[in-house]
């Protein structure tokens, strides 16, 4: 098995409960584990035998180009973009929106969501 990490994407998006927030826009942090069960890139040295990860933050940027309300919602797009799109073992997003508005100092404020958080609905 192999682990993908891809950390500390940033992303100036329009997400947030508040008008104001989805009008003016702030900044996120995305990180993501990809685990696959096997990974031939290992003897091949191919990309076409690896994932790209060029294009897995193509698939996140396209997601968070969508306003939410919800972190929770941005997430769990992204995630299942994820899933539908490569045959993973696992994935993990969390998703950060930085210097949120909670009535104080608040460097982050995150979610995590990993493919056990998916229902049937």
Do not use: N, W
């Amino acid at each position: 098995m192999a682990t993908i990490h891809l950390q500390d994407l940033k992303f100036f998006a329009h997400h947030g409960c508040f008008d104001e927030e989805r009008v003016i826009g702030t900044y996120f942090l995305v990180d993501v584990e990809l685990t696959v069960e096997r990974c031939p890139a290992l003897y091949s040295d191919r990309l076409e035998d690896a994932i790209d990860y060029a294009e897995v933050y193509k698939h996140i940027a396209d997601e968070m180009e969508k306003a939410s309300r919800l972190l929770e919602h941005v997430a769990g797009r992204i995630l299942r973009c994820l899933l539908s799109v490569y045959a993973l073992e696992s994935c993990k997003v969390v998703v950060s929106k930085l210097s949120p508005a909670l009535g104080g100092e608040v460097g982050k404020a995150s979610i995590t969501l990993t493919e056990k958080d998916l229902t049937d609905e």
